[in-house]
């Protein structure tokens, strides 16, 4: 197929077909493979979500039990992790340590090319493992606390708190992040999981194709948003700043972060559901100050907005509910990788197992046909070359 037509951010071009996830942005339903999210957050784990997305059917509990045995034989680092998050905490971001480590994971794994679907799912399952305990080292080490080593009888959810806190959490903190990490788990063809599956296609490993995805995630308009919300509601500090803040963003152009989506033109259902997880934590929080900002901001939005497909997206209310679990904001992306590594991988399981090269076209827009001028004939020139 030739045509010089150009889709934009590839907007409304389907890329593959897949069985994980299916989005209708229009009645607001977010559906993993035939299971509802608010089915998925009322009573499914993470890790039942996890194996969901990698199987394709809810696991029996042998399935379950084996799967959290290997999760949990997975949590501690490899020796080269250590030294990487000892070398690069505090001085670089923690989305890039996690997107270094896992590219080293890989570096020492022997199966790292092994494309069978068994080892990838190994390897899924090691990923998803490891990248929390990461992400909760680096953090402390930038603070010069001990690193935790993970419990084992502790959940993901609940295990990833406490080696990041040191604080074994309560029940409804662990419930509120387990159900955060199963709404992040997956969400189809977005930017970061179109940036693993073309990595995949060259057929180069799980380790580098989640590394592009991580990279990815870490942009603004993508995982971003959630740190860059958190950022908003500390600059807008309270209700009574609300109006000028907000107009003033909109009149130089800028983008509220948490609002808009490209498939949802209602509220994202996501958003929904961490919002009653975040009213059931702000009755017990000493910190619920940005929650309840977060709502005035909505409800100034909502009618300021009106009329306009722009409603909240899952970044909007993550940012206040990781906050009152005691989350440092930078974190917030970092995690967001921690639990979209059960989607990501879920995608590369099904693109490793029917490949094909991703090499779309460009439409050439430059000059054409133009003669050699020897370097003499150029004159001086500004010079272009950055100092
Ligand atoms: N705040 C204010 N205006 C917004 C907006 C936002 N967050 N998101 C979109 N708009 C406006 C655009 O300025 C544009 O207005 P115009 O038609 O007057 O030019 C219109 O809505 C459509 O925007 P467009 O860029 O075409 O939408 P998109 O589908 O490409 O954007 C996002 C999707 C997510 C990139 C965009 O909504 C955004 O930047 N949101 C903030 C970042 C964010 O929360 N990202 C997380 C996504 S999960």
Redo the contacts with the bound molecule.
């Keep these: 197929m030739t045509t010089t037509e150009i889709q934009r951010?590839l907007e409304g071009v389907n890329v593959a077909a897949t069985k994980l996830c299916t989005i209708d942005g229009q009645k607001g339903q977010l559906i993993y493979a035939g299971y509802d999210i608010y089915d998925l957050a009322e009573h499914a784990s993470f890790e039942e979500t996890a194996y969901l997305l990698w199987n394709l059917d809810l696991p029996t509990s042998k399935q379950l039990s084996d799967l959290n045995a290997l999760l949990i034989e997975e949590r501690p680092l490899s020796d080269l992790n250590r030294t990487l998050i000892h070398e690069l905490a505090g001085k670089c971001l923690p989305m890039r340590g996690l997107e270094i480590c896992v590219t080293a994971l890989g570096a020492l794994d022997p199966r790292a090319s092994d494309f069978s679907q068994e080892q990838l799912k190994w390897t899924a399952a090691r990923l998803t493992a490891r990248m929390p305990s990461v992400v909760a080292a680096f953090h402390r080490q930038r603070q010069g606390l001990d690193i935790l080593a993970p419990r084992d009888d502790l959940g993901h959810a609940a295990n990833f708190l406490y080696t990041l806190t040191g604080e074994e959490p309560s029940e409804l903190q662990a419930k509120v992040f387990d159900v955060a990490m199963t709404l992040h788990a997956e969400h189809e063809m977005n930017a970061s999981t179109f940036s693993a599956i073309v990595t995949a296609s060259t057929m180069s490993d799980m380790y580098s194709a989640i590394a592009s995805a991580i990279g990815t995630l870490k942009g603004?308009?993508?995982g971003g948003?959630n740190s860059a919300v958190f950022e908003m509601l500390e600059e807008i500090g309270d209700e009574s700043n609300i109006e000028s803040h907000i107009e003033a963003m909109?009149s130089r152009g800028e983008?509220?972060?948490?609002?808009?989506?490209?498939v949802y033109k209602t509220t994202d259902p996501r958003a929904i559901i961490l919002e009653e997880l975040g009213e059931q934590l702000a009755e017990t929080s000493p910190d619920r100050k940005y929650f309840d900002l977060s709502r005035k901001v909505r409800d100034y939005l909502a009618e300021r907005l009106s009329g306009?497909p722009?409603y909240p997206?899952?970044?909007f209310f993550s940012a206040s509910v990781y906050r009152m679990l005691g989350i440092p904001h930078d974190l917030y992306t970092p995690i967001f990788a921690v639990a979209r590594i059960a989607g990501w991988s879920a995608h590369l399981l099904e693109q490793y197992a029917d490949n094909r090269l991703v090499r779309p076209n460009a439409v050439y827009a430059g000059e054409k046909f133009r003669a050699y001028e020897p370097i003499e004939a150029r004159g001086q020139g500004e010079s272009s070359t950055p100092r």
């Excluded at 983008?255 to 490209?262: A, C, E, K, L, T």
Aim: charge should be positive.
């Design positions: 951010g603004p308009l993508h948003a909109l983008r509220v972060m948490g609002i808009g989506h490209r306009r722009l997206n899952v970044d």
